[in-house]
């Protein structure tokens, strides 16, 4: 019976029916199982298995990358992070109309230890409203909350559900308002930018550069943002990352190391007196490294980190301070650069021989008359007869209004064009400004709306500084460490080094020439006769920025202006004067005499960068 | 020439139409353009299938004789060549790269498997007293299975074992055949359950084995194999590490590991649950739509319907299913020839397999294992493997005659 070969067909038939109704009987058992099962699911636990799916999920979570940090030439941090926390608001932690209600009731109540209430009720219902259409996105009710605030939260936590402590990263400067014009800030990035096509990779609620360094090296401070898919329960809470599921870590972003010394920075942030605007320039001209810049009036950088009510507070009252505290003076701020500029005039008319040191002009006699008009020196009793370094030494209007009028607007033009003057340097931070570096041939065509026309006598104007001239104290700086360097002209920057999170280097920045910057050997050391005067004479306008131990070359200047009554103070030092290595330039608005009162200033800064030891500035 | 089976067709078109709807709900939401869409690609997919398809419908039916060896031997050389160089995907080298195509050799091996094992059968009836008869069924599974399980891939291996229990059982073994034939497998199984169920096996295949009469040997052979097996297992289970116990445990009962293979069973469950008798509507899963599930296009899709369909949805797909294979089996009635009757009985096993496993799978009573789900789950190689099985299957219920 086992290996019956020769069945009939009949047999064969039967067989076969047997075989299908196995398999059909098969098929209904597994079938119904299945059916059974689901009837269980679906029906019987139906209520169940839906609260479930409703409260059951996931959540999509970005993990934020650290921002990179900034620190000065020798590692010193300047800008670093810190956690802020965000009492926030999740709906769906709500279970029911009751809780709701009582937790916005409590919400109310809270308050401060002053007794002041933490939130009002017509921004807490905005933000439940928005909470009801957006049930898994968290409301923010309180910004970087005060760490008292937070402790307040976290008593009361139990009482009050569907409100959660967010810990966000923030920017935190541990040297307070020092350098904040440099820095820049970071705020929320706005919606407008999410649009933008370079920003695709930043989700809402990111932090993103918005001036400074922090808007130019925002590529390599952002890091990239990773992923994970957390389960929260019904209340809304985190119970942990789930498996299988793609988990994404961050990747922090990049540090720079700025060329800034923080030692100079300090020092020169300290040195200008208090409730005068203005802003210092320190950079070494040989390669453009930039060792302090600073611009007054400060600028909290804190401000940017609070909350937003508050935030529009002290926003707006930056904003429409006329001082103008949100603007850095030292590449946003344009002044004359009056008397400083002699050292082009003098430069230009030796390049093209209208001048040697040799050359006499009228003698001073405290003005110059010119046609119909009485051009004065700033010295009413006159300088008598001076040569070119003395006439620098000095700072003889008069001895420059006859250059000037020698060799004609155009030398001068050329001659301001090749040290950087009436364009941008390219400084690595947003905002510079180009000034405005005018001859007779682009006069008319800038003034054109204005309808004014070029006349021989503006000549005197340009030839001391004046007139229509306008420079930045960074192109100042640049200008007189460049042509006293005799090395070239280099763009200034911030940047050094950008470093990876774990300290490797990433890039070094090597000095960029973008100008021959460069005048005759003969005509250099003529100017540079006459910077070491100013300085160092016994009649020098400078005297004041006279450092021990080092041979320190400048030029003072005072620029009249429409703005007051006292000139803006104007130094520019160079040190050592043999090979240059630091360039000084201090601009003090409608302080007085740049000998007076800005020469000082530089020479605390040049004291502390060479004297750093024994240095008052340093030590206070 | 018999009529096209509409009944059939009907049946195969409506779950095509409702497979690709739920593939295009569980990935719509990924925002590709719509020619990178899985939808699209599963539409593609299926016009491929439906070419073949066509083609294997106009062959004649003795081509399935010819062709049995040669590409019985052409897959296992594939399975050969993926498991030595295989394209590893999750782990699993079960893919392989020819002339830019990928595709999984596994998948055409259960064709070809099938074909051979019903041209030998056909010829030479099997039973469970005469091993030599067994020998080369045996040595014909054995080495797909093998290569199979190496990848690794449990679940395909399973599917080449389901269509060698029913060729068995319809080229000569009865139903208490079978049972004995498995037992030592289910002795290993029931030996981990405790000692009254492993008693309860051996004492159920003593009886059977004397009751109907098997001769001494044989239940001699029987009784220690299957004693022994369960005490090795025992032995085994005892020296094993805890993890290697545990994941063994997890593989059985995915509840044990509710964040990782428990927790795609839970929240499948809850998407099917939550779906309540009619359904969330098309596209409304709100368990879909978060795309919790990793895998909710491909094993999973069945989670889909459920949750959007309810369980009308459920009810009408599995009766659809059932129609299918009812149909489909019904082809054996039609002609007398074994071999139709052998190629029929192992496609419609296979199909039945699938969706039994899947479905299992996705309500929580059976191991996490990727089984796909016939004509639902998204995938080239699946849907063109169910294709190859609809056209043979249309192809023997119009030309068996002929063979």
Redesign the interface.
């Known amino acids: 019976m086992?290996?019956n070969?020769q069945q009939s067909?009949e047999d064969?038939?039967q067989e076969?029916?047997l075989?299908?109704f196995?398999?059909?009987c098969?098929?209904?058992v597994?079938?119904s199982?299945?059916?059974i099962?689901?009837?269980q699911?679906?029906?019987f636990?139906?209520e169940?298995?839906?609260k479930?799916?409703?409260e059951?999920?996931?959540r999509k979570v970005n993990i934020k990358a650290n921002r990179g940090l900034i620190l000065d030439r020798n590692g010193v941090v300047l800008v670093r992070n810190r956690p802020s926390y965000q009492i926030s608001l999740m709906y769906s932690g709500f279970k029911n109309k009751e809780i709701r209600d009582s937790v916005f009731e409590r919400l109310l109540k809270i308050k401060d230890s002053n007794g002041k209430r933490l939130l009002d009720s017509a921004m807490l219902s905005f933000s439940f409203e928005r909470g009801r259409w957006q049930k898994f996105r968290f409301q923010r009710l309180i910004e970087d909350a005060a760490p008292e605030i937070v402790a307040l939260f976290e008593e009361h936590s139990e009482e009050l559900p569907g409100i959660e402590i967010l810990v966000e990263s923030r920017r935190d400067y541990p040297f307070g308002m020092y350098g904040a014009h440099v820095f820049g800030y970071t705020s929320e990035i706005s919606e407008q930018e999410l649009e933008l096509p370079e920003n695709a990779h930043y989700v809402m609620g990111d932090r993103i550069g918005k001036k400074g360094l922090e808007l130019s090296y925002e590529q390599e401070f952002r890091g990239n943002n990773g992923l994970r898919?957390v389960e929260v329960n019904a209340m809304g809470r985190e119970m942990?990352i789930?498996?299988?599921?793609p988990f994404i870590a961050p990747i922090s972003g990049n540090s720079i190391v700025t060329t800034l010394d923080w030692r100079l920075q300090k020092v020169a942030e300290n040195a200008i007196p208090e409730g005068l605007k203005g802003a210092i320039v320190a950079l070494n001209p040989q390669n453009g490294e930039i060792y302090a810049m600073v611009s007054r009036p400060p600028l909290d950088p804190n401000i940017f980190s609070l909350e937003k009510r508050e935030l529009h507070k002290a926003w707006a009252s930056v904003a429409l301070d006329t001082a103008k505290p949100l603007t850095n003076r030292a590449i946003s701020g344009l002044y004359p650069p009056a008397s400083v500029f002699k050292v082009i005039t003098a430069a230009a008319g030796l390049e093209a021989n209208t001048l040697s040191e040799y050359t006499r002009y009228k003698s001073c006699g405290g003005g110059l008359r010119f046609g119909n008009r009485y051009a004065k020196c700033w010295l009413a009793r006159g300088h008598a007869v001076l040569n070119v370094v003395g006439a620098l030494r000095e700072s003889c209007d008069v001895f420059f209004y006859q250059a000037g009028l020698d060799m004609g607007s155009e030398r001068i033009g050329d001659m301001g064009r090749r040290f950087g003057l009436g364009s941008k340097l390219g400084v690595d931070i947003p905002n510079e400004r180009s000034g405005l570096l005018i001859d007779s041939a682009s006069y008319e065509k800038w003034f054109e709306k204005k309808g004014w026309k070029w006349s021989a006598g503006e000549i005197l104007n340009i030839a001391i500084g004046q007139g229509a001239l306008l420079v930045t104290p960074l192109q100042q700086t640049v200008m007189v460490g460049t042509l006293a360097a005799g090395n070239g002209l280099y763009k200034p920057h911030f940047l050094k080094e950008i470093v990876s999170p774990e300290g490797e280097l990433v890039r070094k920045i090597e000095p960029e020439k973008i100008g021959e910057g460069k005048v005759s050997e003969r005509t250099r050391n003529i100017v540079l006769k006459g910077l070491y005067e100013v300085v160092n004479a016994p009649n020098g306008t400078g005297r004041r920025a006279i450092v021990p131990g080092v041979t320190v070359g400048g030029k003072t200047g005072s620029a009249e202006n429409p703005h007051g009554d006292k000139t803006h103070a104007w130094f520019v030092a160079v040190a050592p004067l043999d090979k240059p290595e630091i360039a000084v330039g201090v601009v003090l608005e409608n302080a007085g005499g740049g000998g007076a009162m800005a020469a000082p200033i530089a020479q605390k800064v040049l004291d502390a960068y060479f004297n750093p030891l024994t240095s008052t500035a340093v030590t206070e | 020439m018999k009529k096209i089976d509409w009944v059939f067709m009907g049946s195969l078109f409506a779950l095509i139409g409702i497979g690709i709807m739920l593939v295009y709900s569980a990935t719509s939401n990924t925002d590709l353009v719509w020619y990178h869409t899985e939808w699209f690609k599963q539409i593609i997919h299926f016009a491929a299938g439906f070419i073949i398809a066509a083609i294997i419908v106009f062959l004649p039916s003795k081509s399935w004789k010819n062709i049995a060896w040669i590409s019985y031997a052409i897959s296992i050389i594939a399975l050969f060549l993926v498991v030595n160089s295989g394209h590893i995907s999750k782990g699993a080298g079960r893919w392989l790269d020819i002339a830019g195509f990928r595709f999984q050799p596994s998948e055409f091996a259960k064709i070809a498997y099938l074909m051979v094992s019903s041209l030998w059968l056909s010829r030479n009836?099997v039973?469970?007293?005469?091993p030599r008869?067994l020998l080369i069924p045996g040595l014909l599974f054995i080495v797909p299975f093998l290569l199979v399980l190496k990848q690794p891939n449990l679940s395909t291996a399973l599917v080449f074992t389901v269509i060698t229990l029913?060729h068995f059982?319809?080229a000569?073994f009865r139903?208490m055949d079978l049972f004995l034939f498995i037992s030592p497998v289910a002795s290993i199984i029931f030996s981990t359950m405790g000692l009254v169920p492993w008693s309860l096996l051996i004492i159920g295949v003593f009886f059977v084995s004397v009751r109907f009469k098997f001769p001494l040997w044989f239940i001699i052979l029987v009784m220690t194999v299957d004693i022994s097996s369960g005490y090795a297992s025992q032995i085994a289970w005892n020296t094993m590490e805890d993890h290697q116990r545990s994941r063994i445990l997890t593989f059985i009962d995915p509840m044990r590991d509710p964040?990782?293979?428990g927790?795609?069973v839970i929240?499948s469950?809850?998407?099917?649950?939550?779906?309540?008798?009619f359904g969330k509507g098309f596209g409304a899963g709100?368990?879909t739509n978060?795309?919790?599930l990793?895998e909710e296009h491909t094993d999973f899709i069945f989670s889909v319907l459920?949750?959007q369909f309810?369980?009308a949805g459920?009810?009408v797909v599995?009766a659809l299913?059932?129609v299918l294979?009812?149909r489909g089996?019904?082809i054996?009635?039609l002609y007398?020839d074994s071999f139709v009757?052998l190629m029929v009985?192992g496609i419609?096993?296979t199909l039945?397999f699938h969706v039994?496993v899947n479905?299992?799978m996705t309500?929580g009573?059976m191991p996490v294992t990727g089984l796909p789900l016939p004509f639902l789950s998204y995938g080239g190689s699946f849907v063109l493997t169910c294709m190859i099985f609809v056209g043979l299957l249309i192809n023997l219920r119009l030309k068996g005659k002929d063979i």
Do not use: D, H
Request: net charge positive; with cysteine.
């Open positions: 086992y290996s070969f067909e064969i038939r076969v029916n075989k299908i196995v398999f059909i098969v098929c209904i597994a079938f199982i299945l059916l099962r689901l009837l699911l679906q029906y636990e139906y169940n298995n839906l479930r799916a409703e059951n999920r996931i898919f942990g789930v498996e299988g599921m | 009836r039973s469970i007293v005469q008869t029913v059982y319809w000569g139903l964040k990782g293979q927790y795609q929240q469950q809850v998407a099917i649950g939550s779906g309540g008798m709100s368990q978060l795309a919790f990793p459920g949750e309810g369980f459920t009810l599995l299913f059932f294979l009812l089996i019904s054996c009635k007398p009757n009985a419609c096993a039945f039994v479905v299992a309500v009573f």
